[in-house]
């Protein structure tokens, strides 16, 4: 029976868009492609959330890999990059409906420490039983570790947990440690009709 529900944040609350920021702050499609490549594709981006790093630390450790005259729009990329985070319509109102229906719901997300500045944005951290941040605890999804430390955390048995994800490959390792998993494809209605029936 699943009691719980553990969502995900980039693209299942939130729009994570990097397009958004490199369009509004790069002059020309050689400086997108250079920023893109070395700060949202590169390794200080998972060092951010596995918490080795400070999400402001970023920018200092990638501008060394890109040439000065962009620096200025990795600068605005790097520590404004959160303006693209709004909550996806309907976010808010499947929350809201999870929560009457009487299922816990949590959070579970890979994300920098930058993640308690925007969240708020959707709902207030108290609204959800339990908001569990990768840099926070120095692990990552897909591991299974995070995954065991997250139930251990909240005293949750996986079976009764639905985890919802945008990753397939983050759904899989929930999956291998007992979750009930779903792959987000945008539809909140179809997760609605599936915890109706379940529940019927």
Same mark, same amino acid.
């Given at each position: 029976?699943?009691?719980?529900?553990?969502?995900?944040?980039? *693209?299942?609350?939130?729009?994570?868009?990097?397009?958004? =920021?490199?369009?509004?702050? %790069? /002059?020309?499609?050689?400086?997108?492609? =250079?920023?893109?490549?070395?700060? +949202? #594709?590169?390794?200080?981006?998972?060092?951010?959330?596995?918490?080795?790093?400070?999400?402001?630390?970023?920018?200092?450790?990638?501008?060394?890999?890109?040439?000065?005259?962009?620096?200025?729009?990795?600068? *605005? %990329?790097?520590?404004?990059?959160?303006?693209?985070?709004?909550?996806?319509?309907?976010?808010?109102?499947?929350?809201?409906?999870? !929560?009457?229906?009487?299922?816990? =719901?949590?959070?579970?997300? *890979?994300?920098? #420490?930058?993640?308690?500045?925007?969240?708020?944005?959707?709902?207030?951290?108290?609204?959800?039983?339990?908001?569990?941040? /990768?840099? #926070?605890?120095?692990?990552? !999804?897909?591991?299974?570790?995070?995954?065991?430390? +997250?139930?251990?955390?909240?005293?949750?048995?996986?079976?009764? %947990?639905?985890?919802?994800?945008?990753?397939?490959?983050?759904?899989?390792?929930?999956?291998?440690?007992?979750?009930?998993?779903?792959?987000?494809?945008? #539809?909140?209605?179809?997760? /609605?009709?599936?915890?109706?029936? +379940?529940?019927?």
């Amino acid at each position: 029976m699943i009691k719980n529900i553990v969502l995900d944040m980039g *693209n299942v609350l939130f729009d994570y868009n990097p397009d958004v =920021i490199l369009n509004m702050f %790069c /002059s020309s499609d050689e400086e997108k492609e =250079i920023i893109r490549k070395e700060l +949202f #594709d590169g390794p200080e981006w998972l060092m951010g959330d596995r918490g080795d790093i400070k999400d402001r630390e970023r920018y200092d450790l990638v501008k060394v890999r890109v040439p000065e005259n962009h620096h200025e729009a990795l600068k *605005n %990329c790097a520590f404004k990059w959160d303006l693209c985070m709004k909550p996806l319509p309907g976010a808010e109102e499947f929350c809201r409906t999870v !929560k009457e229906r009487g299922y816990g =719901i949590y959070v579970l997300s *890979n994300a920098s #420490d930058l993640f308690y500045e925007y969240f708020p944005r959707l709902l207030p951290l108290d609204f959800f039983d339990g908001v569990f941040v /990768s840099s #926070d605890h120095l692990m990552l !999804k897909p591991a299974e570790k995070i995954y065991r430390t +997250f139930l251990e955390k909240y005293g949750l048995n996986a079976e009764e %947990c639905l985890f919802i994800d945008d990753g397939e490959e983050n759904v899989e390792g929930a999956k291998a440690v007992g979750f009930n998993g779903w792959v987000f494809d945008g #539809d909140y209605e179809k997760i /609605s009709a599936f915890l109706k029936g +379940f529940a019927d």
